[in-house]
């Protein structure tokens, strides 16, 4: 517990923390007004008049786009917070006062992915308020349909804070760690939605079968994962969680400093 309660101190201490989440924020607000204030204004010919999810079902839709794009928060905290530690002495240090790295990285992992979920669900009540006020339609989410998205952004953030922390673990550089994890989310989804056998691993699949994306429409076979089922998404996560863990503890174990 103490160990837990070292890195909530980081966490909310630093700027970092923050200073993303208003980044986020700002983000879903952009898009949010874009979806229904700007585009609607412009003129057919100009792309205006395209249908929009309305009520209730926009909020399951900016759902889905926090837990879309979000994915950089979860990695960004990871490989910032553990990457300027063990490019010092404060992962050393950290190790004489207790020198069971696992219990080190557990305690990163739970204390970043909360941080990490937080911020999902911060992004999308930002969305919510543009969503209430701005787009057509009545009625909201029932109360199972919210809760569920809680859990939904917990496992996301719980798959994406893995790859960060091992990949800053192996690498011990938070640049190259980040771009490890631009690559794999760049090449993920790209090629799921056309090599099979990749898409039944694939994190972008995943996150689209944990919302059930699917649809009828001339390009929703293009949408990775939308025949996936809620199992398979959920194994699929397990499954990149515990690779991150795995190659983090690799990481730490090779050198103390």
Partial sequence: MSLLHAEYLKVSRRKL???MVGLLAFLMAFIGLLFYVLLPALPTEAGGGAPVPGRPDAFIFGA????GQAWWFA?????????????????????TRDSRKLKHISSRFVVFTVAAWLAFVIGTAVWGVITFLFAD?????????WLSLLWKFLVIAGAWTSIGLGAVAITRS?????????GLAFVDSIVAPFVDAYEAISLTAASNGIFDVAGDGAFSGFIPGGEMSLLHALAV???????????SWWGLQRRDA
């Fill in 17 to 19: 923390f923050p200073v």
């Fill in 64 to 67: 889905q786009q926090v837990a």
């Fill in 75 to 95: 990695v960004i905290l990871a490989t910032a917070v553990l990457g300027g530690e063990v490019a010092s002495t404060v992962w050393a240090t950290g190790l």
């Fill in 137 to 145: 339609g009545i009625g909201s989410p029932s109360a199972g349909e």
């Fill in 174 to 182: 938070i640049a190259i760690a980040m771009g490890i994890a631009l």
């Fill in 237 to 247: 996560m397990a499954g990149w969680m515990l690779v991150g863990l795995a190659a």
